[in-house]
């Protein structure tokens, strides 16, 4: 039998996956598609590609908000590697470029504010992220570690350093002191001398006497007992008048039908406002939820039309698969809206106190914009949320 063409296990869709894997040139690198080509044909049909077409358009949209990103992402890779691998060493730059680029999906310096290591390297040194010095051998950098724990950590031995030097300084004067007395009084006191002990007869036996120990214990053990049943507490008299009408204090008298907050319900309060400060952030995608496309710039076809998001690039970012025509697409959050599906359908809250919780449509409001949802598992299981917006929570997509 001849070689099947175009089959899966052909040496050569073997050797093409092998070639795949491995690093390329730079020059035949997308980074707006993040797609890696082996030759500049290869490279020629992606640049005339409608996938790379739509890309486009939206890079030109707002430029600089993604080379932005870009450097941004560049750097903050860049310092991880180095602190990671390196700590706070002296190392050449170079070397931990070398590093960096090993990784087949890092975020190329072709696509960033900077056409040069060198220049990149001076600007970790203007910033004040890292040592950096030139040599004759190249420019060397040096992590400097700005973490708060390590701050703390530092802190706290200078402290712990300065305190123990004081409590040093301290003993010794305090020994110093005593040795000044102990001085003064054999100064004025006499001297005790020492004898040795002699028995004047040898049929004479040694006797001791604790007597006196045995009476001195007696004393300590004796405890008082003539407060023992008296109470400290007072009970006013009559006529007298209680601390709190002394100091002025008038009770107000309470509203007919107001409902006086429990301790319980003010503590419960307080850390629903303080999970919803945590948990609220200016981004909202999450993985496998249904979002709606509200802009034109991807074609009229995609025009208010349904998907899932399928993964989720850098918070505010992600990849996602129409639900019609499956066509798979890159697009940012501005682009996007959440999906309020029919009553009792699942949904994902995306932001705010109880972000990341899967949840039962209950009801909604339309007239105010919100619905209400209940917890569908975990430890919260049960628990209504009302009046929650409706771009804090999303449908969740199940594959029909």
Known sequence: MGKEKGGFLTPKAIANRIKSKGL????WYCQMCQKQCRDENGFKCHMTSESHQRQLLLFAENPDKYIDDFSEQFADEYLELLSRRFNTKRVHANIV????????????????QWETLTEFVKWLGREGKCVVDETEKGWF?????RNPETIRRQEQAKAKEKMDLTDEERTSKFIQQQIERAAEKDSSAKQTEFTELKRESEEEKVTMSLSGLVKKKEEKVKVSTDNLFTSDTAVPKKGESTASSASG???KPKVAG???KSALDEIMEFEEQKKEKMNRKDYWLHEGIVVKVITKKLGDKYYKKKAFVKEVIGQYKAIIKMIDSSDKMKVDQTHLETVIPA??????IVNGAYRGYEAVLESINEKKFCCNVSIKSGPLK??????IKYE???KMYQPS
């Open 382 to 387: 049960g628990r209504m949320i009302e009046k």
């Open 343 to 348: 009553i009792g359908k699942t949904v994902v």
């Open 97 to 112: 470029y070398q590093e960096y680029i090993a990784f087949r999906e890092h975020v190329h310096m072709n696509s960033t």
């Open 141 to 145: 950098v040096a992590y400097i570690d």
């Open 258 to 260: 107001q409902k006086r």
């Open 249 to 251: 204090e008038i009770s």
């Open 24 to 27: 390329q040139k730079l020059r």
């Open 392 to 394: 804090d929570v999303s």
